[in-house]
């Protein structure tokens, strides 16, 4: 994944908006926290809420999103989705995400991407990974203690 460092970075307040960001989210595993996220977002784009939850899970099959950390970010492309679209959330308990390091997860950025291949798609899920890779970003988003501080966190 060298091509993050390489990218010119993309403003992330573009694709998160405070409303879609959540503090101690109660999740018992992984498919049951995909699923009420991709409802919500589902929700928030008025499209399906199956052809969401079925293309995140569907890249989730290719390998876990759990990228280390205690951090993880489910993506997918998204038919009839015209601009990238998160969701940041915090939950109250680690769960368990399958990650590369075998550690529980506790933040959970959900990016949804439109169907067609684009730079600024790519510009946009490598922004958000490299902000989930500094320390002092994580450090600042599990110390946060409001959706408001999560999202200061996260866009700045």
């Not at 959970?108 to 490598?126: I, M």
Request: aromatic letters at 4%.
């Amino acid at each position: 994944m060298s091509w993050f460092a390489t990218e010119a970075p993309m403003d992330i307040k573009e694709s998160l908006a405070l409303s879609d960001t959540l503090i101690d989210v109660r999740a018992s595993d992984k498919t049951r926290l995909l699923q009420e996220l991709t409802r919500r977002a589902a929700t928030i784009l008025d499209l399906p809420a199956e052809r969401i939850s079925t293309e995140i899970l569907k890249r989730e099959e290719l390998g876990s999103t759990g990228t280390g950390g205690g951090v993880a970010l489910p993506h997918a492309r998204i038919q009839g989705l015209n601009r990238s679209f998160g969701i940041l959330a915090r939950l109250n308990k680690p769960i368990d995400f399958e990650a590369i390091d075998g550690r529980r997860v506790d933040l959970v950025f959900l990016l949804l991407l439109p169907a067609n291949p684009a730079e600024d798609q790519l510009k946009a899920l490598a922004s958000v990974a490299r902000k989930l890779r500094d320390a002092a970003c994580l450090c600042d988003l599990r110390s946060a203690s409001s959706s408001a501080g999560l999202y200061h966190a996260m866009t700045t």
